[in-house]
């Protein structure tokens, strides 16, 4: 609870919730846990006077087209990813279905035990329930293929016992693929247990048993996948990605020929990349930097997985996206104020600051000013000053 009420002030002070009366999403896995952190969750933010969309067991990429497409202010998923049952996680998402900075991350959990003034009366927030999220993020799953069909694949599917199994069996489905489908029955206590894409076994004996064209595994919140072949044998990350980018890049859908990964990926990737004339743009590890490495280069993403990415796509227009309304852009936070910094440099995030003070910058920025990443072109109510550049590399960040 105190984490969603630190949330909600952090997010207000910071501008990103702009509605009058602002609302979140909220989803979950259906780890056991989840059932009573979630009504915390939900708890506190009603408490703070934000309302509360609930979606229910449904995988984490969901939760983030959600928040875009009901433009809510902020969305959240209780879920612990691929890890044991036991282990809990909370992830945030800001206007547009993008993931917080880290340092508004930072900021919540900073503030978690501070005193707030709460609301009373009508000014509390109100929560529903979204009884048609699932089947929503269905056909926006399946509307994504126009085109395409899996007529004629049998596919072997391993949901992780988790909240893909809410929403993956009925997609491949419904673009024609016979599906067979395991480890698809959570019933709170067996997300990923000796299953989903970290116990990769079982799926590569069934699809040899069914004689399947391929098999993929997903984890418990479905926000990262590996794959099988017909021949029982693991087709990782790398592997995944170099097949997507080479195929784009022969129907010319690779923007600008260049696929982004992670560090994480080997140099047989890379090599494979550079002799079919594909540019790789490396990033550090997380899908948050695969996102912004890809918005910089015009191109949108999907989440990656670890020791992967993904490749980039021509940006889908916001008229095809959402054709009843108005596209609203993710949210950039404003300009955080002067802060210090741990003798670690918290693995050496980038710094930026100004080079000399300027009324030209945005709001905050100062000589002594420090960022985690480049000042937003477009912070709202700031403009970009010339004088704002990355000073020299931090010697203790060597």
């Not at 279905?97 to 880290?102: E, H, P, Q, T, Y």
């Not at 000014?123 to 269905?138: H, L, N, Q, S, W």
């Amino acid at each position: 609870m105190h984490l969603s009420v630190a949330a909600a002030h952090v997010l207000g002070e910071a501008g990103a919730l702009t509605s009058t009366r602002p609302f979140a999403v909220v989803g979950r896995d259906p780890r056991a846990s989840g059932e009573f952190l979630e009504a915390a969750v939900v708890a506190g933010l009603a408490s703070a006077g934000i309302d509360v969309v609930r979606v229910g067991v449904i995988p984490t990429p969901a939760v983030a087209y959600l928040v875009d497409q009901m433009e809510a202010d902020l969305g959240i998923m209780i879920s612990a990813s691929h890890n044991a049952m036991p282990d809990n996680g909370i992830k945030f998402f800001s206007r547009g279905g993008v993931k917080l900075n880290d340092y508004l991350e930072d900021a919540i959990e900073a503030r978690l035990d501070e005193d707030w003034d709460r609301p009373v009366g009508d000014k509390v927030g109100r929560v529903r329930v979204e009884f048609d999220a699932v089947e929503r993020y269905i056909e926006h799953l399946v509307d994504s293929l126009v085109g395409v069909s899996l007529e004629g694949i049998k596919l072997v599917l391993d949901c992780a016992n988790g909240a893909a199994s809410t929403t993956a069996v009925a997609t491949f489905e419904r673009c024609g693929a016979e599906v067979i489908a395991i480890h698809n029955e959570p019933d709170g206590l067996n997300i990923n247990e000796h299953c989903g894409s970290t116990h990769m076994g079982s799926l590569m004996a069934r699809v040899r048993e069914e004689g399947a064209h391929l098999g993929i595994a997903l984890d418990g919140d479905a926000d990262r996948c590996l794959a099988v072949d017909a021949d029982g044998e693991l087709i990782d990350g790398d592997k995944i990605l170099a097949i997507l980018a080479i195929a784009m890049k022969e129907r010319h859908r690779l923007h600008t020929d260049t696929v982004v990964a992670t560090v994480m990926s080997n140099l047989g990737f890379l090599t494979a990349m550079r002799e079919h004339g594909i540019r790789v743009d490396q990033t550090k590890v997380g899908d948050r930097y695969v996102l912004e490495s890809m918005n910089a280069n015009g191109s949108r993403s999907a989440e990656s997985s670890p020791g992967t990415s993904s490749s980039t796509t021509t940006p889908t227009p916001a008229t095809a996206r959402s054709p009843a309304r108005t596209w609203r852009p993710a949210w950039s936070p404003p300009a955080s104020p002067s802060r210090s910094w741990p003798p670690s440099c918290r693995s050496c995030r980038s710094r930026w600051s100004t080079s000399a003070a300027s009324t030209s910058c945005a709001p905050g920025w100062t000589t002594t000013s420090t960022r985690r990443s480049a000042p937003p072109p477009s912070a709202p109510g700031t403009t970009a000053a010339s004088s704002c550049a990355p000073p020299a590399p931090s010697p203790s960040c060597a």
